[in-house]
C-alpha cells in the first residue's frame, strides 16, 4: 500500500511544474507580440484574416497597445469595420472595454456619428448610459444629430453630468448645431445646469462664437424661469444647481492619456479664474474632440 501511495503521488507532483510552465505559455500566448506588428498592422489596415490568423494562435482580442489602447477601439478609430466585426464575432470580446481615458467603444461610435454600428454594439451589451462621459455627451459633442436621437430613444440620461459637471447640452451648445440643441432641449435638457466651473451650455456656445446660439439657450432659460432674458455675455443672477465635484472625482493623467495621436486641451477645470471655457477644439480634459478628423501618426 505505502509503494501504491508513492506511484500515486509523484506523478501528480511531477505534472505541477509543466502544467505551470504551460499556463504561463497560455498567458504569453495571449497577447499579440508587439515586436512583430502583425495585429496591430491589421487593426490599422482592416486585414480580419490576419486577426483570425492570431486567435488561432491564442491572440487576446481584448489586448490594449502599449499606450492603453483596447484593439477594439483602435479598429474603430481606423473605421478598419471589418475587423471590428471580426472582433465582435469573438465571444471573448468586451464590448465596454475601457481605455486609460475611461472612453469606450459607444462612446467612439458616437463621437464619429455611427449611429448603425452603435445600434449594433449595444445589441452586443453595449451600454448607453454610465457614469462620467458618456455617449450621448460625445455626440452631442459633434452635433450628430441622428445618432443624439437614437441614444435618447434608449433612455440616455439627457442631463448626465460628466465628473466636472458638464452635461450633453453643454456639448451640443459647444457643437454650434441648434437642431441638436433642440432635441436636447425637447428631451428635457436643462438650459440652466451649470457645470463645476460655473459654466452654462449658453457659455460653452458663446466660447465658440456661436453668439446666436447662446443668446438663444438665454432666452430659452428666461422663458422657462419667467422672466427676462439677460443681455449677451452676462450671467442670469438665478439661483442654479451646480453639478460636477471634480476635487472628489480621480481624474486621468492626461500624460498617459494618449488614445489618439494629439494631447488633448486642458479642462476649464484647470483655470478656475476663467469665465467661460476656452474656444478651442479640444475643450475637455477627458477628450479632443476634433481627434478623429485628424489622420493617424505611425
Same mark, same amino acid.
Given at each position: 500500500?505505502?509503494?501504491?501511495?508513492?506511484?500515486?503521488?509523484?506523478?501528480?507532483?511531477?505534472?505541477?511544474?509543466?502544467?505551470?510552465?504551460?499556463?504561463?505559455?497560455?498567458?504569453?500566448?495571449?497577447?499579440?507580440?508587439?515586436?512583430?506588428?502583425?495585429?496591430?498592422?491589421?487593426?490599422?489596415?482592416?486585414?480580419?484574416?490576419?486577426?483570425?490568423?492570431?486567435?488561432?494562435?491564442?491572440?487576446?482580442?481584448?489586448?490594449?497597445?502599449?499606450? &492603453?489602447?483596447?484593439? $477594439? =477601439?483602435? +479598429?474603430?478609430?481606423?473605421?478598419?469595420?471589418? /475587423? *471590428? %466585426?471580426? @472582433? !465582435? #464575432?469573438?465571444?471573448?470580446?468586451?464590448?465596454?472595454?475601457?481605455?486609460?481615458?475611461?472612453?469606450?467603444?459607444?462612446?467612439?461610435?458616437?463621437?464619429?456619428?455611427?449611429?448603425?454600428?452603435?445600434?449594433?454594439?449595444?445589441?452586443?451589451?453595449?451600454?448607453?448610459?454610465?457614469?462620467?462621459?458618456?455617449?450621448?455627451?460625445?455626440?452631442?459633442?459633434?452635433?450628430?444629430?441622428?445618432?443624439?436621437?437614437?441614444?435618447?430613444?434608449?433612455?440616455?440620461?439627457?442631463?448626465?453630468?460628466?465628473?466636472? &459637471?458638464?452635461?450633453? $447640452? =453643454?456639448? +451640443?451648445?459647444?457643437?454650434?448645431?441648434?437642431? /441638436? *440643441? %433642440?432635441? @436636447? !432641449? #425637447?428631451?428635457?435638457?436643462?438650459?440652466?445646469?451649470?457645470?463645476?466651473?460655473?459654466?452654462?451650455?449658453?457659455?460653452?456656445?458663446?466660447?465658440?462664437?456661436?453668439?446666436?446660439?447662446?443668446?438663444?439657450?438665454?432666452?430659452?432659460?428666461?422663458?422657462?424661469?419667467?422672466?427676462?432674458?439677460?443681455?449677451?455675455?452676462?450671467?442670469?443672477?438665478?439661483?442654479?444647481?451646480?453639478?460636477?465635484?471634480?476635487?472628489?472625482?480621480?481624474?486621468?493623467?492626461?500624460?498617459?492619456?494618449?488614445?489618439?495621436?494629439?494631447?488633448?486641451?486642458?479642462?476649464? +477645470?484647470?483655470?478656475?479664474?476663467?469665465?467661460?471655457?476656452?474656444?478651442?477644439?479640444?475643450?475637455?480634459?477627458?477628450?479632443?474632440?476634433?481627434?478623429?478628423?485628424?489622420?493617424?501618426?505611425?
Amino acid at each position: 500500500m505505502i509503494f501504491n501511495k508513492k506511484v500515486i503521488r509523484k506523478p501528480v507532483l511531477s505534472m505541477m511544474l509543466p502544467l505551470a510552465l504551460l499556463m504561463s505559455t497560455s498567458v504569453q500566448a495571449q497577447e499579440p507580440e508587439l515586436e512583430s506588428r502583425n495585429w496591430y498592422l491589421a487593426l490599422e489596415n482592416d486585414r480580419p484574416n490576419i486577426i483570425e490568423q492570431e486567435f488561432i494562435k491564442g491572440a487576446n482580442p481584448n489586448a490594449v497597445d502599449s499606450k &492603453g489602447n483596447p484593439s $477594439l =477601439m483602435l +479598429a474603430i478609430r481606423n473605421k478598419s469595420w471589418k /475587423v *471590428v %466585426d471580426t @472582433l !465582435l #464575432a469573438n465571444r471573448q470580446t468586451n464590448v465596454n472595454i475601457e481605455n486609460e481615458a475611461r472612453e469606450t467603444p459607444m462612446m467612439y461610435l458616437a463621437l464619429m456619428g455611427e449611429t448603425d454600428r452603435l445600434r449594433d454594439l449595444q445589441a452586443r451589451g453595449g451600454q448607453v448610459n454610465r457614469v462620467g462621459w458618456s455617449p450621448l455627451h460625445y455626440a452631442a459633442s459633434k452635433g450628430h444629430e441622428d445618432t443624439v436621437r437614437y441614444l435618447l430613444s434608449q433612455k440616455a440620461i439627457v442631463n448626465a453630468p460628466a465628473p466636472d &459637471g458638464t452635461s450633453p $447640452l =453643454m456639448m +451640443a451648445a459647444l457643437s454650434g448645431k441648434r437642431a /441638436v *440643441v %433642440d432635441l @436636447l !432641449l #425637447a428631451a428635457g435638457a436643462d438650459p440652466g445646469m451649470q457645470n463645476a466651473q460655473g459654466l452654462s451650455a449658453a457659455d460653452w456656445a458663446r466660447s465658440a462664437n456661436h453668439d446666436q446660439l447662446a443668446a438663444y439657450l438665454e432666452q430659452t432659460l428666461a422663458r422657462k424661469a419667467g422672466s427676462t432674458p439677460p443681455p449677451a455675455g452676462s450671467s442670469s443672477g438665478e439661483s442654479v444647481q451646480t453639478y460636477g465635484v471634480p476635487e472628489r472625482v480621480e481624474q486621468p493623467d492626461l500624460n498617459r492619456v494618449q488614445t489618439v495621436t494629439v494631447e488633448p486641451a486642458a479642462s476649464p +477645470a484647470a483655470d478656475s479664474t476663467s469665465s467661460a471655457p476656452a474656444a478651442s477644439s479640444g475643450t475637455s480634459r477627458y477628450f479632443d474632440l476634433d481627434r478623429f478628423d485628424k489622420p493617424v501618426q505611425p
